[in-house]
T-cell receptor, first 113, second 111 residues
Framework: DAGITQSPRHKVTETGTPVTLRCHQT?????MYWYRQDPGHGLRLIHY???????DKGEVSDGYSVSRSKTEDFLLTLESATSSQTSVYFC????????????FGPGTRLTVL | EDQVTQSPEALRLQEGESSSLNCSYT??????LFWYRQDPGKGPEFLFT???AGEEKEKERLKATLTKKESFLHITAPKPEDSATYLC????????????FGKGTTLSVSS
């Protein structure tokens, strides 16, 4: 257990509304990631953070923004949700014996109607 | 282009019937190959990291091996509780340390 929680775990929203997903970790990890998982695709990186207020884009960052004001929290915001953003969102941290592995949270299932 | 391909997409086994899952990859500057297990409705669970050709890692009925172009996840005498989707990912030698994932192999083991 990497001490990662995600909230909410499920959310249904309407097109055009803003949505914020939260990832919380309890072990002071520097690196945090947001991925999305869709049928027919592997997990794809949206954004990642390498420290407080330090973030960068991933492969599928369009339509998403992130913020990290505290080490333990990494927020993912959909400014104006679209149906194509219906997905399962996973947060991950980098850690492990060699500090090279990523450990994932339980996920948030988001449905945009 | 960096890419990870897993095969087969789905695999059905009888309990005790050993088999292997394949992960082939093309990546510039491999900095690790990772295997995860994912149960329905849950996040991926880390299994193994492999770094260099010839390396092997074992855990219970699972053994992962690595060559310069692919990795295999061998499952010996599987049990129904081994049923899950197995994901392969690679880390490339680039800032950000992001992983590139394959689409996974869904394993079903029946008793």
């Amino acid at each position: 257990d990497a001490g990662i929680t995600q909230s909410p775990r499920h959310k249904v929203t309407e097109t055009g509304t803003p949505v914020t997903l939260r990832c919380h970790q309890t072990e002071n990890h520097r690196y945090m990631y947001w991925y999305r998982q869709d049928p027919g695709h592997g997990l794809r990186l949206i954004h990642y953070s390498y420290g407080v207020k330090d973030t960068d884009k991933g492969e599928v960052s369009d339509g998403y923004s992130v913020s990290r004001s505290k080490t333990e929290d990494f927020l993912l915001t959909l400014e104006s949700a679209t149906s194509s953003q219906t997905s399962v969102y996973f947060c991950a941290i980098k850690g492990g014996d060699t500090y090279n592995e990523q450990f994932f949270g339980p996920g948030t299932r988001l449905t945009v109607l | 282009e960096d890419q990870v391909t897993q095969s087969p997409e789905a695999l059905r086994l009888q309990e005790g019937e050993s088999s292997s899952l394949n992960c082939s990859y093309t990546v510039s500057g491999l900095r690790g190959l990772f295997w995860y297990r994912q149960d329905p409705g849950k996040g991926p669970e880390f299994l193994f990291t492999l770094y260099s050709a010839g390396e092997e890692k074992e855990k219970e009925r699972l053994k992962a091996t690595l060559t310069k172009k692919e990795s295999f996840l061998h499952i010996t005498a599987p049990k129904p509780e081994d049923s899950a989707t197995y994901l392969c990912a690679v880390r490339r030698n680039q800032a950000g340390t992001a992983l590139i994932f394959g689409k996974g192999t869904t394993l079903s083991v029946s008793s």
